[in-house]
């Protein structure tokens, strides 16, 4: 079965170093995201792909993340220098498309959970 | 007022009972509404998607949208303790048709 595939899915890190996500998307599927869920709330949007395009970016701290996918298929989240309050799971989920209707569907990777100590 | 609000809960049902989910949300021209299902510790699983006015069902699963009254929700018949879980609505909205999320509600079913 087709799925999202994320690594680590554990990270510790130490305040001010960096740390890199990794997610490949299901095959074809056009659209990435990647999401900061905190404990207790729900996803928030940080940067979405279409193919190798960033449409939305509003979300993403510039001044300490970065996120690429070149080649419009696997994606990477960068994080430099970490802070403590960027302990958080970092969800990556793809769909067919954006927009409306049938095909916009997201799916998600089992997600990496990051602390900052 | 946030794009997306759910009641955050917890909710409690009996195990057998109909747990009831809502969600309501602020752009008038959003067309895609998901419901996501997620246990602790895990990431979000689709459950439910919606697209047009009136009810969805799927099993035990009823998805019903008021687009005039800009509201969504999720129906679960015959609850049983694994649909202890969040429930995480999400909207696509937005100039890009971003996938908002709600801050989940948190569903516990007694055994």
């Not at chain 1, 001010?16 to 999401?35: E, K």
């Not at chain 2, 602020?26 to 697209?51: A, C, H, N, T």
Request: aromatic share 10%; with cysteine; proline share 4%.
């Amino acid at each position: 079965e087709a799925e999202v595939a994320q690594s680590p899915r554990y990270k510790i890190t130490e305040k001010s170093q960096a740390v890199a996500f990794w997610c490949d998307p299901i095959s074809g599927h056009a659209t990435l995201y990647w999401y900061r869920q905190i404990l207790g709330q729900g996803p928030e949007l940080l940067v979405q792909f279409q193919d190798e395009s960033v449409v939305d970016d509003s979300q993403l701290p510039k001044d300490r993340f970065s996120a690429e996918r070149l080649k419009g298929v696997d994606s990477t989240l960068k994080i430099q220098p970490a802070e403590l309050g960027d302990s958080a799971m970092y969800l990556c989920a793809s769909s067919s498309r954006a927009g409306t209707g049938s095909g916009t569907e997201a799916f998600f990777g089992q997600g990496t959970r990051l602390t900052v100590v | 007022q946030k794009e997306v609000e759910q009641n955050s809960g917890p909710l409690s049902v009996p195990e057998g009972a109909i747990a009831s989910l809502n969600c309501t949300y602020s752009d008038r021209v959003s067309q895609s509404f998901f419901w996501y299902r997620q246990y602790s510790g895990k990431s979000p699983e689709l459950i439910m998607s919606i697209y047009s006015n009136g009810d969805k069902e799927d099993g035990r699963f009823t998805a019903q949208l008021n687009k005039a009254s800009q509201y969504v929700s999720l129906l679960i018949r015959d609850s049983q303790p694994s649909d202890s879980a969040t429930y995480l609505c999400a909207v696509n909205s937005g100039s890009a048709r971003q996938l908002t999320f709600g801050s989940g509600t948190q569903l516990t079913v007694l055994p």
